[in-house]
Nanobody, 124 residues
Framework: QVQLVESGGGLVQAGGSLALSCTGS????????WGWFRQLSGKEREWIAT????????KYADSVEDRFIIDRDNAKNTVYLQMNSLKPEDTAVYYC?????????????????WGQGIQVTVSS
């Protein structure tokens, strides 16, 4: 079956950096986009970044643009999220997701496989 496994979360001080990775198995991922979402405590899950099928296009939510970088390695079925200049308001559970489309969708309905979620905590 399709499985996405995330790694790299943890605790970091404000202003610091963390890198998340997510590796997929069980189907071909290189034809479609990858995305990252997050869920802050008590809030709905929100989209934060997408990378298209070949890594040539990326899109970011305003809240993370210029601080986060999404990248992918199709040979490893892996997507990455480099998070820099972290703020306490970035504290959330982060989810990777594999899309059914090749473009930089922001719509969770275009993603049909999800990671288990990984906690990122930014202390002030």
């Amino acid at each position: 079956q399709v499985q996405l496994v995330e790694s790299g979360g943890g605790l970091v001080q404000a202003g610091g950096s963390l890198a998340l990775s997510c590796t997929g198995s069980g189907r071909i991922f290189s034809d479609n986009s990858w995305g990252w979402f997050r869920q802050l405590s008590g809030k709905e899950r929100e989209w934060i970044a997408t990378i298209n099928w070949n890594g040539g296009r990326t899109k970011y939510a305003d809240s993370v643009e210029d601080r986060f970088i999404i990248d992918r390695d199709n040979a490893k079925n892996t997507v990455y999220l480099q998070m820099n200049s972290l703020k306490p308001e970035d504290t959330a559970v982060y989810y990777c997701a594999a899309a059914t489309v090749a473009w930089t969708s922001m719509d969770s309905a275009d993603f049909d496989a999800w990671g288990q979620g990984i906690q990122v905590t930014v202390s002030s």
